[in-house]
């Protein structure tokens, strides 16, 4: 009996292990998913649609312009969305008004209106009251997500950044690159790192640190530089092969055999069982 315990007590700690693994797998899928129907929704827009959408961003952007803005913190309490319906409807395509892709981490994230809890189990939120990412000088969009999910790994691993870095956020048809040019540890009330700056086109990545403990906030800013796509390898994304982490072949094989194991050895004793009883 006690052989079939620690079985019990293997597999269920292999399954506990497997899960950060496996649910990492399927949630990057669901990403992906999110990132395909986006780029298709995009296709399928002409030129003129796509254009005041644009514009749409640009009046919303310009509203922000020369007024300090006072920034809520999207991972503590009360920073969940406000209505603006301006805002809203700015680049309202679909579910997500756009795709940020980390190379040097591996991630692509969808990106969607606002930073409510809802939103930041999805993917990447765009921080309301910080600018849309148009790519035009004198705009700084705040783009956040979570470190610490077991499901999923957003920007669990943003703090591997370094200066000169490039990271890539694409909305409608413009895909536009940023470098890594400051790096910032801060208290969550800390947001004057968040204002705009006459002239640049800034996009700042905003999650918990440290990894975990959540008492301030990791921004990593970029600057606006020029896309080539030739030096720039991009995230494994819609029609790409995904790589595969062995990790996660390992625990599903793992939990697999050990599921198994237990399965013929419970029938057996069922027949050995059954078998003495007949005798």
């Known amino acids: 009996m006690k052989k079939y315990v620690f079985l019990l007590i293997f597999i269920a700690g292999l399954a506990i292990f497997s899960y950060p693994l496996i649910s990492n797998f399927f949630s990057t899928k669901v990403h992906q998913s999110v990132i395909h129907d986006y ?17 749409k961003a640009e ?14 913190d999207p ?7 406000e209505e603006n319906q301006d805002y809203y409807d700015a680049l309202n395509i679909g579910p997500a008004i756009g795709t940020v892709d980390i190379p040097k981490i591996g991630v692509e994230l969808p990106i969607y209106h606002g930073t409510s809890e809802e939103v930041l189990s999805q993917g990447a939120g765009h921080l309301e009251k910080s600018s849309l990412p148009t790519g035009k000088p004198g705009t700084h969009a705040v783009l956040t997500a979570h470190r610490g999910l077991p499901s999923a790994k957003m920007f669990r691993n943003l703090n591997e ?15 536009m690159a940023y470098e890594v040019d400051r790096i910032e540890v801060v208290l969550p009330d800390e947001t004057e790192w968040l204002q705009m700056s006459e002239g640049e086109d800034l996009v700042t990545l905003l999650t918990c640190d440290p990894y975990m403990i959540n008492t301030h906030r990791l921004l990593v800013t970029g600057k606006r530089v020029p896309y080539e796509p030739e030096t720039l390898e991009t995230s494994a994304g819609p029609g790409k092969e995904v790589p595969t982490d062995r990790r996660y072949v390992w625990a599903a094989m793992a939990v697999a055999i050990a599921t198994a194991a237990a399965l ?10 059954a078998a003495r009883d007949e005798a």
Do not use: C, H, W
């Open 39 to 55: 780029d298709e929704a995009v296709r399928s827009m002409d030129t003129v649609k796509i254009r005041e959408e644009k514009e």
């Open 59 to 72: 009046r919303y952007n310009e509203s922000l312009a020369g007024v300090p803005v006072g920034f809520t």
């Open 75 to 81: 991972f503590s309490e009360g920073g969940g969305p």
């Open 161 to 175: 950044l370094s200066l000169g870095d490039q990271f890539l956020v694409k909305v409608l048809d413009d895909t």
């Open 264 to 273: 013929i050895l419970y029938l057996r004793r069922k027949k050995r069982m």
